[in-house]
């Protein structure tokens, strides 16, 4: 039997560095106390106290960024996700804190508003030996550092060995992660329902090297040929991973998927439209 919205369990996450985003958890708090079961609250990133309780949905209220940094602290116990926008952008995090009050009983209760997108995990080896792991939820960005010069990087799928890429680095993202640093590069746009791992080179010297789409349950291994004293991998932005010359990246699929729930009130593109002006016409006055 499904549940009602009155038995539905909720936890509500905040940003602690945005004052807005503690001031409308505050206000939600309030608001969804008479409608559903809040199981607890909490302003910071880790979702640890989360993993411990039967929830519903949790709520987080801040950006982008904060929903990828409780998505990624979730691991394997992924629960569903309502981003509520306090940042800038506001592509992940769909609802503002009035359309989430108005749409609040179909936003927990109803499942065709779930999304799934896929996550990658990320694992540094050296010499055999792991050094780091991290589920990435965007991207995993391997960029040259400081000295700045070109790096080389080997790249293999699934063991088998594809091209050495030289140049400022190298982006591996997920469909969600797409329109994120992968756009500004000139990488593809994925719709998020494609199961796929994007492969965009950053600044290549050849004219050979453009992006590349493969499977999803493909394993991507990045070989640090050459690489500078700074040469990092990003993982969403937020964690960074130093790497060494010989350093071996592997990025395939994680096991569990990012469960998110979309805004009823937008259609599918709308955020690709009206958030990135993506096709729209030239101004000719």
């Known amino acids: 039997m499904s549940k009602t919205v009155s038995d539905k369990r909720i936890f509500l996450l905040s940003n602690p560095d945005k004052a807005a985003a503690a001031e409308a958890m505050d206000r ?12 607890g ?11 411990d309780d039967d929830i519903d949905r949790l709520i987080v209220l801040g950006g982008d960024g904060t929903l990828i940094s409780a998505a990624r602290s979730l691991g394997e116990k992924q629960v569903p996700l309502i981003g509520v926008n306090i940042g800038k952008l506001g592509f992940l995090a ?17 499942e065709s508003l779930l999304r799934k997108r896929m996550i990658l995990e990320v694992t540094v080896s050296r010499e055999g030996r792991v050094l780091d792991s991290h589920i990435a939820i965007n991207d995993c960005v391997i960029r040259a550092g400081a000295p700045f ?16 890429v030289r140049g400022d680095g ?26 796929a791992i994007v492969l965009t080179p950053m600044a290549p010297h050849s004219l050979t090297h453009r992006p590349l789409v493969v499977e999803c349950d493909s394993v991507v291994d990045v070989i640090a040929s050459s690489v500078n004293a700074g040469t ?11 790497l060494e010359e010989g350093d071996r990246v592997t990025i395939k699929r994680f096991v569990c998927a990012m469960h998110i729930v979309r805004n009823p009130l937008y ?16 101004n000719y006055e």
């Open 41 to 51: 609250t909490a302003t910071g990133l880790d979702c640890s106290r989360v993993c």
């Open 149 to 164: 010069r070109m790096v080389s990087l080997g790249i293999f799928i699934d063991d088998l060995p594809l091209t050495e």
């Open 94 to 110: 769909e609802f503002s804190l009035a359309e989430l009050e108005a749409h609040f009983q179909r936003a927990l209760c109803d």
């Open 232 to 242: 990092t991998a990003i993982i969403d932005g937020q964690v960074l991973m130093p």
């Open 267 to 282: 259609p599918r593109w709308h955020k690709l439209v009206a958030k990135l002006h993506w096709g729209q016409q030239p």
């Open 170 to 195: 190298l982006i591996v993202c997920t469909p969600n992660g797409s329109t994120a640093h992968n756009l500004s590069v000139g990488g593809p746009i994925l719709q998020h329902g494609v199961d």
């Open 28 to 39: 939600l708090a309030s608001f969804a106390a008479s409608q559903c079961q809040i199981v």
